[in-house]
């Protein structure tokens, strides 16, 4: 018997990357994707992917935690109503919310910190940073920085405005340090002025990716940020994000986010924060190559038995059935979301094979359901890596990370469901679903 040429082999599945939809096999050696197509290697293990679909590993660069976990606030007890913290719960913690990412197909994410103080703030770095160097195989691939130097209190959303800091580097650096290094993104409201647009060079400088949410600024100032390296908007059209129809200054940041060409915008596309509607709208003005789908989940998705909860002074509910978390006190402004990104996939993939009457646009027509695919790969892997900068993942081919999905995807009524049956992580088989 011949040496299998190949570590794994997926056979006959439909390969879908960011550039369309084949039916066919895919080799892995090492760590890495070295064929497509009708693969004559054997491989050492092989799958039978018939009437499945193979997709890159979802990357999703806004999770504030999940199965439990909070990075800012720590773990969640059910039982006793609120969060308990210390190195030993943290990191178990860590090990849960890991699990839980790869079993939705997660194989990086960047978990986010909201409005703190600064010492709880570098206490929780420097207890992931410890977790990250020892649980490599963790997705855990960076930190974004999003509530600690928002600077309107109008645009605060579910985070708390006392724990809103000045936009100093010394901040930065000192919360840098306890991350060993783990802070890939931060958010920088442009309505800082002459301090946002110093910051956002120094970031990009330095490796850092500088992006703007939570904010009031005009289109004028989004359009100078983006000009010093801004790279992103932050949840564009949730609550927290101006908006202005008004001919000054370039109107408000949603116009400033929109009319930019160079910068991608962020959605969360759970069904809740953002109409359908919109999110067709922004596709069909910023077109898929600058779209980012992204979950924005809090600690209570996956987690049974939440009701009522608090973080940093603010309380929070589950929304009446169950589909969303909503401030306690505002009820119209949403905490987070619920959202996994598995299930943000078939959202995309649902809506964009969809008819459906825009806000903005009188009707945008259906994709072919391939077409969807492609784009619903493009929009939660490969352009989040390209934010991110991360060259060689995010999208199936030959010479990139092995890090890929193999699911079903099935047409229930009028939208599609997407089941996850096996994660590979780094050409590593990291979860299979059980039968």
Request: proline fraction near 4%.
């Amino acid at each position: 018997m011949s040496t299998p040429e190949l570590d794994l082999v997926l056979r006959g599945g439909l390969v879908v990357s960011s550039f369309g939809a084949q039916k066919g096999d895919l080799g892995i050696r090492g760590d890495r994707i070295v064929g497509i197509g009708a693969l004559a290697e054997s491989g050492l293990r092989e799958i039978d992917c018939a009437g499945k679909v193979i997709l890159p590993g979802f990357v999703d660069v806004h999770s504030n935690g999940a199965a439990g976990f909070d990075l800012t606030y720590g773990v969640y007890s059910v039982e006793r109503g609120c969060f308990l913290r210390g190195s030993k719960r943290l990191r178990e913690g860590l090990r849960r919310a890991s699990e839980h990412y790869l079993t939705h197909g997660v194989t990086s994410v960047y978990l986010t910190t909201i409005a703190a103080p600064l010492k709880k703030l570098r206490e929780s770095l420097r207890t992931l940073a410890g977790f990250v160097s020892d649980e490599p195989s963790s997705p855990i691939r960076g930190v974004f920085v999003e509530g600690t130097f928002i600077k309107s209190a109008s645009q605060r959303g579910a985070q708390n405005p006392r724990y809103f800091y000045p936009l100093r580097w010394e901040i930065f650096d000192e919360l840098q340090e306890a991350a060993g290094g783990l802070i890939r993104r931060v958010n920088v409201p442009p309505e800082h002025g002459e301090t946002a647009i110093s910051f956002i060079r120094r970031l990009a400088a330095s490796g850092v990716v500088p992006v703007a949410g939570h904010t009031a600024a005009t289109g004028e100032q989004v359009r100078q940020a983006a000009e010093a390296g801004l790279r992103s908007a932050v949840h564009l059209l949730n609550g927290p994000t101006g908006s202005s129809s008004k001919p000054f200054r370039g109107g408000g940041a949603v116009e400033g986010f929109l009319r930019e060409e160079r910068l991608f915008v962020e959605m969360i596309v759970d069904g809740y924060h953002v109409d359908p509607a919109y999110v067709r709208d922004v596709l069909a003005r910023k077109g898929i190559e600058r779209f980012v789908a992204v979950t924005d989940s809090m600690f209570a998705t996956g987690l049974r038995g939440v009701q009522r909860f608090r973080m940093g002074g603010v309380e929070g509910r589950v929304a009446p059935g169950g589909g969303y978390l909503q401030v306690a006190e505002r009820p119209e402004v949403l905490f987070g979301s619920l959202l996994t990104m598995d299930r943000a996939f078939a959202n995309l993939v649902t809506w964009l094979t969809t008819p459906m009457s825009g806000v903005w646009h009188r009707m945008h027509e259906p994709l072919e359901e391939r077409e969807a695919l492609r784009w619903a790969v493009a929009a939660t892997s490969a352009n989040p890596a390209r934010l991110m900068g991360l060259e060689d993942t995010g999208d199936l081919l030959p010479g990139h990370r092995a890090d890929v999905v193999l699911g079903r995807l099935t047409r229930e009524g009028r939208g599609y469901d997407f089941t996850v049956d096996t994660v590979v992580a780094g050409g590593e088989i990291v979860y299979e679903r059980e039968e």
